[in-house]
């Protein structure tokens, strides 16, 4: 094996944690990405429309976590750098010019880049095959394409190396003098012109959302998305540098306080916080915006059974509804006509479409319409509030269905179905379509479990109650989002990896001085103070930023949701969950410092300060 | 033969002007043994490595065989430090996880040629320092003594004609020093490579065949 090949291979070796660290990051981004673009051709092996947009999901869950971690890589790969500086003055002192001494710290990424490659591909199918069971109900067969395997293994080759470039460019700039003697510095970097870039992305961001016109645009929120997010990325770093400024000020009396303005490692860790703190917050504000929208989406059901194929055919005759009314339990029970996906011509689809009688609407389900409507004329056609905006349409415009024009005669107020209902006579319906049968039936009941259980024993296989509907959505929901946040969960250890990695940079790079302080009199107790003061300085500054941040960020939310055709009108904001985060961040660096506070107790004074002088 | 010509070269150390070297003028011919000795912040180690192309004076000249060391871009001066000069350092500068005959035949590797291609000369130089036994040792696992040959033998691999050391010896002890300075002065006889080295140590004076004294960055 080649002697950089080699050298390369036991540099990695030598630094297990942080090595584990980036491949850990870089694994997690490529596996969600593999994952992302499988899920479909997985749920499609089960043909159930449900998921549409499964995809979209985990795409937007790919990009997020991709900016943690290339935040993570990025860090981890400067702090590579700075050990690495030994190395090359010794390789510029015997000969190596600037390019070969960057190609060989890029092509240590790049070896970085290939073992995470085999790591993201092999997650991602362990991750496609657990999703894929979780989200059809275990039926769905395990797809794998080679195209997007190639993909995952290319994405993390590539991301490597583009995270390791600034640093190993700014390498470059150091003299060989200065590199064989370390005396180099690392240059200060202009913090507020990186400020106003990142205020005015994350602006930006938002905006894009407000924008009326572009709010229902796909590509307008994916861009809303992620310039947001790259402009809160840009902020954070400066931000955190003149808060911790500022603290140093406030409490300059504080040694402790004052210490921590200049430390690089410290603001690095609450960087990786904010950023940790901001995407959590924003995924389980979307969780909960998805629970109660769900919640009171049923609520609009009237009816306690509904009976339906799974593909709406239209099969049920006036003689099944009728033997439907007449089982034990059942105290009504009427036949709707329904169409998913109506074409709308120049319109998006309708995508929940019933025909029925306005008092079977009244009868069966909670929907009122802004204007109280007594008949419905033919050729009318009642629409969600939701979809005239998105559509800009108005009461008494004209709007093609399937090859029939129909005139709005009136506005359902109530966010139903994701806010695209649209309700036509039954006549009409029939017309439109050449159907006579029903697609579902919709029934009340006093009992509905039993009423269900009665229904299944006289033949009607798919009865199911409402409730176990909700429950399945729920359930369904739910295991998106628990598979999300497990993900979150990841992409947070890697983070939290980054953590306990950056307050040991912290530690070791301020060895000399702790060794200086003890020999001048600090304790070991006064000592073991300063670190945790620390930690939590640093946790709760994070927490903090990332809270403004994940609360900056669920303003792009509705937007994300319109995505999905999820109408969404405000966004839920928990205490306890605000409290959490800061908890939690100030935790988890008080735990991450244990290591450095058992380091620091074993501390040798004196062979501290002669190494440092060496 | 080496040339130093009216060599001057300033720092700005806290906005202030400090000058190092003041119109240094020095030749130094093939195959001789010079120690270059002062007190500290004399300019020793300045003049080294600007003869080393690590640093360019601020004003002057410097002519290694005929080379201005002035005009040289970045690739030439890596070329230089590769081919025509060997550097020694006080802390040897190995490569650690790398063992003594990777670190050895490193300078080839930097000229883009194949180690196993220098294979019988890298075999010639571990013997001519004495490291037959720990060849395979990594460089972290040497004491510095074994270090320092490791460095040395490094310097040699691509035949420079010119070794510069700055302060070989100065993290050993006296009897590690003495085998240094003794192996030094064996490459110089033997092989007739110039060896400019700067030191504190007048034990080691003894070894070369001229000495170049600097105080306040002039030759005295």
């Known amino acids: 094996m080649s002697i950089v090949i080699k050298h390369i291979w036991r540099n990695i070796k030598e630094k297990k944690l942080m090595s584990a660290l980036i491949i850990l990051s870089l694994a997690i981004s490529g596996a969600l990405l593999f994952v992302a673009l499988s899920i479909a051709d997985v749920l499609d092996t089960v043909a159930d429309s449900e998921f549409q947009s499964v995809t979209t999901v985990f795409l937007l ?218 995407v959590v917050f924003m995924v389980n504000s979307a969780n909960a915006i998805l629970i109660g929208a769900t919640d009171k989406s049923f609520a609009l059901y009237n009816y306690d059974i509904h009976i339906s194929t799974k593909t709406n055919d239209a099969i049920y005759s006036a003689a099944e509804v009728a033997q439907v009314g007449g089982v034990s339990g059942i105290t009504a029970a009427d036949g709707i006509y329904y169409q998913s996906e109506a074409d709308a011509g120049g319109h998006i689809p309708v995508m929940n479409l019933y025909g029925m009688s306005l008092s079977k609407m009244n009868a069966y389900f909670n929907l009122t319409t802004e204007e109280e409507i007594t008949a419905q004329d033919a050729k009318t056609i009642l629409l969600s509030r939701d979809y005239l905006e998105r559509e800009k349409l108005a009461k008494g415009d004209t709007i093609t269905v399937g090859n029939a024009e129909f005139e709005i005669a009136g506005i359902i107020k109530e966010m139903f179905n994701s806010g695209n209902v649209g309700v036509l006579s039954e006549g009409d319906f029939e017309e439109l379509y050449g159907v006579s049968r029903y697609t579902l039936i919709a029934a009340k009941s006093d009992i509905p479990d039993a009423a269900r259980n009665a229904l299944r024993a006289e033949g009607f296989q798919t009865a199911a109650t409402v409730a176990d509907m909700l429950a399945r959505i729920k359930s369904i929901n739910a295991d998106l989002f628990t598979t999300v946040n497990y993900i979150i969960v990841l992409s947070t250890t890697a983070g939290v990896f980054g953590v306990l990695n950056n307050l040991l940079i912290a530690f070791a790079s301020r060895k000399r001085e702790r060794a200086l302080l003890r020999s001048i009199g600090m304790s070991k107790r006064q000592s073991a103070k300063t670190i945790l003061v620390e930690a939590l300085i640093t946790g709760l500054t994070g927490g903090s930023l990332g809270l403004v941040g994940g609360l900056l960020l669920t303003a792009v939310i509705p937007a994300v949701f319109l995505v999905f055709e999820f109408p969404v009108k405000s966004v839920p904001l928990s205490p306890a969950a605000i409290t959490l985060c800061i908890i939690c961040s100030a935790a988890i660096c008080l735990l991450a410092s244990l290591i450095s506070l058992i380091s620091n107790s074993k501390l040798n004074v004196i062979q501290t300060l002669r190494e440092e002088i060496l | 033969m080496i040339k130093a010509q009216s060599i001057f070269k300033t720092f700005t150390i806290g906005g202030e002007s400090v000058n190092v070297l003041n119109d240094i003028n020095i030749e130094i011919n093939d195959g001789e043994f010079v120690s270059v000795t002062g007190a500290s912040g004399s300019g020793k180690s300045t003049l080294l490595y600007l003869l080393g192309a690590l640093d360019a004076p601020t004003s002057g000249e410097i002519i290694v065989d005929g080379t201005h060391l002035s005009k040289m871009n970045d690739k030439q001066t890596s070329e230089y430090r590769r081919k025509r000069v060997g550097f020694v350092f006080q802390f040897y500068n190995l490569i650690q996880n790398l063992t003594v005959e990777e670190n050895i035949v490193l300078p080839v590797v930097l000229d883009g040629k194949k180690a196993k291609g220098y294979a019988a000369k890298s075999d010639e130089l571990i013997a001519l320092v004495g490291l037959e036994n720990v060849r395979k040792q990594k460089g972290a696992l040497l004491s510095g003594g074994q270090q320092q040959r490791v460095a040395i033998a490094r310097a040699l691999i691509n035949d420079p004609h010119i070794i510069l050391a700055d302060e070989p010896i100065g993290n050993l002890d006296s009897v590690k020093s003495a085998e240094i300075m003794k192996l030094l002065q064996k490459i110089n006889r033997e092989k007739g490579v110039t060896i400019v080295q700067v030191t504190h140590s007048r034990e080691s004076v003894g070894y070369g065949t001229r000495e170049i004294r600097l105080q306040d960055g002039k030759v005295v």
């Open chain 1, 61 to 278: 869950i790919f990009v997020v976590t991709s900016f943690m971690s290339v935040f993570v890589v990025f860090s981890s790969f400067k702090y590579v750098m700075a050990l690495r500086v030994k190395t090359l003055g010794t390789l510029r002192s015997i000969g190596a010019d600037k390019k070969r001494c960057g190609n060989l710290l890029l092509l240590e990424s790049v070896v970085y880049g290939l073992i995470s490659a085999v790591f993201a591909a092999a997650a991602g199918i362990v991750l496609l095959l657990i999703l894929g069971k979780a989200l059809s109900g275990g039926t769905a067969a395990l797809v794998i394409s080679p195209t997007y395997i190639l993909i995952t293994v290319l994405f993390c080759l590539l991301l490597s190396p583009i995270c390791a470039y600034l640093p190993v460019r700014a390498s470059e700039k150091y003299s060989v003098k200065e590199l064989i003697l370390q005396t180099h510095r690392i240059k200060e970097k202009k913090r507020l012109p990186v400020l106003l870039v990142g205020l005015a992305l994350t602006a930006i961001g938002v905006l894009l959302v407000l924008i009326n016109a572009l709010k229902y645009e796909e590509w307008a929120v994916y861009c809303s998305l992620f310039v947001s997010l790259a402009g809160f990325v840009l902020c954070v770093g400066p931000l955190v540098h003149y808060f911790m400024a500022l603290l140093g000020k406030v409490f300059s009396n504080n040694f402790t306080v004052r210490n921590m303005r200049e430390n690089r490692s410290h603001n690095t860790i609450a960087v990786l916080l904010a950023i940790a703190v901001a």
